[in-house]
């Protein structure tokens, strides 16, 4: 299957800094990635979608200001918490289709944050 | 009602057992249906997509699609304790053609 990194894979930092988190897909261009958070034992909750060339598309209930997601290229969108605060503490994974008609959604590792 | 709905469990089968996990979907045109398997503290990996009716055989794994019934299975064969994990079911094509639906999940047990 096609292959979608991301990095960090865990951060921990202060309550109130701001954490960048990469996802990249490697051998594939992807217009459009996912980004998803997941709390413990929890399902998936998309939080939004990241268009390449335009502005992401948020979900109901999360806030653009504090999410600040960027797609620079097809092979790189970004997710920026900023001023992170303990409750943002969460497993960050980020997902991309490939194209060509399968359509298939594959997930980057994911990123385990931390915030004190 | 969710888009796609999945018995969270926990399903426990033996060793050696089929295990069949079941998903229902509320969007009547969707076209493209997944199944992911999520270990613990890991991201989910896609193991089988369906794209029309009827089986689709993958080594141990099974996925079935009944779009009339807007049901989907995943049967997995000879089951091992290493299959033990949370399985998601995910539908993408309908309305909103861009968007995956994801169920919420339902967790295996494979007991030796």
């Known amino acids: 299957g096609a292959v979608v990194s991301q990095h960090p894979s865990r951060v921990i930092c202060k309550s109130g800094t701001s954490v960048k988190i990469e996802c990249r897909s490697l051998?594939?261009?992807?217009?459009?990635m996912f980004w998803y958070r997941q709390f413990p034992k929890q399902s998936l909750m998309l939080m939004a979608t990241?268009?390449?060339?335009?502005?992401?598309?948020?979900e109901q209930g999360v806030e653009k200001d504090k999410f600040l997601i960027n797609h620079a290229s097809l092979t790189l969108s970004t997710l920026t918490v900023t001023s992170a605060h303990p409750e943002d503490s969460s497993f960050y994974i980020c997902?991309?289709?490939?194209?060509?008609?399968?359509?298939?959604?594959?997930f980057g590792p994911g990123t385990r944050l931390t915030v004190l | 009602q969710k888009e796609v709905e999945q018995n969270s469990g926990p399903l426990s089968v033996p060793e050696g057992a089929i295990a069949s996990l079941n998903c229902t979907y509320s969007?009547?045109?969707?076209?493209?249906f997944f199944w992911y398997r999520q270990y613990s503290g890991k991201s989910p990996e896609l193991i089988m997509s369906i794209y029309s009716n009827g089986d689709k055989e993958d080594g141990r794994f099974t996925a079935q699609l009944n779009k009339a019934s807007q049901y989907v299975s995943l049967l997995i064969r000879d089951s091992q304790p290493s299959d033990s994990a949370t399985y998601l079911c995910a539908v993408n094509g309908g309305r909103n053609f861009n968007k995956f639906y994801f169920g919420s999940g339902t967790k295996l047990n494979v007991k030796p």
């Open positions: 997902s991309a289709p490939t194209s060509g008609g399968s359509n298939e959604q594959f």
């Open positions: 051998d594939f261009q992807a217009t459009t």
């Open positions: 969007d009547r045109v969707s076209q493209s």
């Open positions: 990241s268009n390449e060339g335009s502005k992401a598309t948020y």
